[in-house]
């Protein structure tokens, strides 16, 4: 579902019918879709009003046509807190780049809304197109643009950026490594979830992927390795970590145990799982940003030094 800057006060959330939901009774594809509440509970929704199919109140039952848009008021919903403490690193009349910290949303996703970078920095700049986006626990750099004409010309000379990542990971890294293959579903409970292979999957759908991996510091069976994208996919460098054997500590979803994401959801995480865990969030970092401004052609390279808790676990390696 997409937000829109007229929203910023109400969260109103809109998306339009795909071929995949098409036919599907609106309750279902709700339920299939945003899984953050069940079918019935949806259906309550539906039935109170807060949810509309072009522009008209409808029942559950509802079968959905190509194109339909569904809108979504949902008024009562609690935000979880988040540190919203960004740090804006640069900023000309087209671009901004920002330091995100390591527990925001980028977009508004789940019951997060005013807690987002996206609603921070659009009720200060009333526009913003994201050009890189990171993990709601990723910190680091990032680019955005400040109009639609803008976030047009940076889109087109995207292969030309370079991102540069540091990330502590569980076990002795080699001093190098080459990961050049393939991404695909893991397959289990969490759909989300990834897994890199140097084979191609027999089975689509799959993403080439392509990551640099640099060795910086060992210690304590930990690593502090710098990676360095190739490509720009989905959970690229964790997912490749992980199917390294080099799970990212912090990570619930590809670190040392998958169940940790599933124990969070739930938010039945206990203490020893904290402590397995060692950071609250997972230890990746966005530390340098290149790039060429497509309106005056001046290339530009911001770095970012790796956040306070990261750093000290890093000095005691």
């Not at 659009?122 to 990723?138: K, M, V």
């Not at 540091?166 to 397959?187: E, K, M, N, Y």
């Not at 390795?225 to 990570?251: E, K, N």
């Amino acid at each position: 579902m997409k937000h829109s800057v007229q929203s910023l006060n109400e969260r109103i959330i809109r998306t339009a019918a795909d071929w995949s939901s098409a036919g599907l009774l609106l309750a279902d594809m709700l339920a299939g879709r945003f899984t953050y509440r069940s079918r019935e509970e949806w259906c309550q929704r539906i039935a109170s009003g807060e949810i509309t199919l072009n522009g008209k109140s409808v029942t559950p039952e509802t079968v959905l046509a190509l194109h339909d848009v569904i809108e979504y008021r949902p008024g009562d919903i609690v935000e979880p807190p988040a540190d919203l403490n960004y740090r804006i690193v640069a900023e000309t009349e087209t671009f901004l780049v920002i330091d995100k910290p390591g527990n925001l949303c980028m977009h508004p996703a789940g019951p997060f809304f005013k807690h987002t970078l996206w609603h921070l920095l659009c009720s200060r700049y009333g526009e913003i197109h994201f050009i890189n986006r990171l993990d709601r626990e990723t910190s680091g750099l990032l680019l955005a643009a400040k109009n639609a004409p803008a976030a047009a010309a940076f889109a087109k000379q995207r292969n030309v950026s370079a991102k540069t990542y540091q990330v502590i990971v569980h076990g002795d890294f080699p001093a190098t490594c080459q990961a050049d293959g393939f991404l695909s579903r893991a397959g289990g409970v969490i759909r989300k979830k990834r897994l890199f292979t140097a084979e191609m999957p027999a089975v689509p759908p799959f993403e080439t992927a392509a990551t640099t991996f640099t060795c910086l510091k060992r210690g304590g069976g930990f690593s502090l390795v710098q990676a360095q994208l190739g490509t720009g996919r989905m959970h690229q460098i964790r997912a490749t970590l992980c199917s390294l054997g080099f799970p990212v500590t912090g990570d619930k979803l590809y670190g040392v145990n998958e169940n940790f994401y599933l124990k969070q959801r739930s938010e039945e995480l206990t203490a020893t799982d904290r402590e397995r865990l060692i950071f609250s969030r997972q230890a990746l970092h966005s530390c340098e940003l290149d790039f060429t401004d497509p309106a005056t052609g001046t290339a530009h390279h911001f770095a970012s030094p790796l956040p306070d808790e990261l750093q000290k676990f890093v000095d005691q390696m």
